[in-house]
C-alpha cells in the first residue's frame, strides 16, 4: 500500500513539473510573439513612462514616447501602441512660449517622417500653431525656395530659441522634400533638406493638390501660350505625403470640410506660410511668390516673399 501510495504522489509530482514546464513555455511563446497584453507601464533603457493625457507628458516624457513608437515593428503597431498613450493622430495641447503667448501643439503624423541622419523613423510629427508673423524673405524673390529661405534661417536659430528649452532638446532632425530652385519645370528641382523645424509643404497639407490642372486645366491651349502646366503640378506633389491628420480631415487642395486649416495669431485669423514655392513665372521676372493658405482657412492663395504671414511649425520627435 505503502508503495502504491508514493508511486500515486509521485506521478502527481511529474504531472504537476511538466505542467508548469508547459504554463511557462506558454508565456514565452505569448511575449515573444507579441500576444502579450501591453503592460500600463513601459520601462525602457531605465525611464518608465505611463500612459496619461497628451498635455499632462512632460517633454522628456514625451520624447520617450516618441522613441517607442518609432522603435515598433511596424507601422501599424507604432499607431496602435501611439494611442495608448494618448498620441494619436489628432491629440492636441497648448504650447506656452515665455512671453505668455500660447499655441497648440497638434499631432499630425505618427512614424510619418525620415530623421536625417538616417537611422530610421521619427516616431511623431507635431504642428505648431503660428509661433511667429513673419516674411519668408525681406526682398520679393522666391530664388532658391526654402533652402534658401530667410525664414527658414530664422526658424533655425531665433525660432527654435522659442520653443521651451526641453522640447527644443527633444526634436529630431528629418529630411523634407521642397522644390528648393523656385521657378522650375524640371522635377529634380525637389530636393531634400535636413530640418529640426520647418513649414508644411502644399502636398503635406492637401495631397497632391493640382492646382494648375484647376485654374489652367489640363491640355495645352491658345490662351495659355501652349504651355504644358501639369510639370507644375507634379513639382507641387513631389514635396511629400500628405499627413493622416489632414487626409482624416478631408483636406485637399480645394476643401478643408474640417475647418482644420483656419488659424489665428493673437486671437485674429491670420493667413500662414507653406514652404512652397510658386513654381510658374509669366514674365520671366516675377519669381517672387510662395503659397499659403488663407486666413479664412482656404487652402490655397499666393503672396509675395515680403508679405508677413503666419509660421505655422513642423517639428518631430
Request: hydrophobic share 45%; net charge negative.
Amino acid at each position: 500500500m505503502e508503495r502504491r501510495g508514493g508511486g500515486c504522489l509521485t506521478a502527481v509530482a511529474v504531472v504537476l513539473g511538466l505542467a508548469l514546464v508547459a504554463l511557462g513555455a506558454g508565456l514565452l511563446w505569448l511575449v515573444s510573439s507579441g500576444g502579450a497584453p501591453v503592460p500600463a507601464t513601459i520601462a525602457s533603457e531605465g525611464a518608465e513612462v505611463e500612459p496619461k493625457p497628451f498635455s499632462e507628458y512632460s517633454w522628456e516624457e514625451l520624447a520617450e514616447v516618441a522613441r517607442l513608437v518609432a522603435a515598433a515593428t511596424s507601422d501599424e503597431e507604432g499607431a496602435a501602441l501611439a494611442e495608448e498613450y494618448g498620441v494619436g493622430v489628432g491629440a492636441t495641447r497648448p504650447l506656452a512660449f515665455d512671453d505668455g503667448r500660447q499655441a497648440t501643439l497638434t499631432v499630425v503624423g505618427v512614424r510619418a517622417d525620415e530623421r536625417a541622419d538616417g537611422s530610421g523613423v521619427a516616431g511623431l510629427t507635431l504642428m505648431a500653431s503660428p509661433i511667429a508673423v513673419r516674411p519668408m524673405n525681406t526682398t520679393d524673390t522666391n530664388a532658391g525656395g526654402w533652402e534658401a529661405s530667410e525664414l527658414r534661417a530664422w526658424l533655425d536659430t531665433e525660432g527654435s530659441a522659442l520653443l521651451p528649452d526641453a522640447l527644443a532638446d527633444a526634436v529630431v532632425a528629418v529630411s523634407k522634400s521642397t522644390n528648393n530652385a523656385g521657378v522650375s519645370s524640371d522635377a529634380a528641382a525637389v530636393t531634400q533638406t535636413s530640418d529640426r523645424l520647418w513649414l508644411f509643404s502644399a502636398s503635406e497639407v492637401c495631397g497632391a493638390p493640382g492646382w494648375f490642372a484647376q485654374e489652367y486645366g489640363e491640355e495645352p491651349n491658345a490662351y495659355t501660350g501652349y504651355v504644358d502646366f501639369s510639370v507644375y503640378d507634379d513639382i507641387l506633389a513631389a514635396e511629400g505625403e500628405q499627413y493622416a491628420y489632414f487626409a482624416d480631415a478631408g483636406v485637399s487642395g480645394s476643401s478643408d470640410p474640417g475647418h482644420v486649416l483656419a488659424l489665428d495669431w493673437a486671437g485674429a485669423d491670420v493667413a500662414w506660410w507653406y514652404r512652397t514655392s510658386y513654381p510658374y513665372s509669366f514674365t520671366g521676372e516675377d519669381a517672387s511668390y510662395f503659397y499659403q493658405v488663407m486666413a479664412s482657412g482656404y487652402p490655397s492663395t499666393t503672396a509675395l516673399a515680403s508679405t508677413e504671414a503666419g509660421v505655422t511649425v513642423g517639428l518631430c520627435l
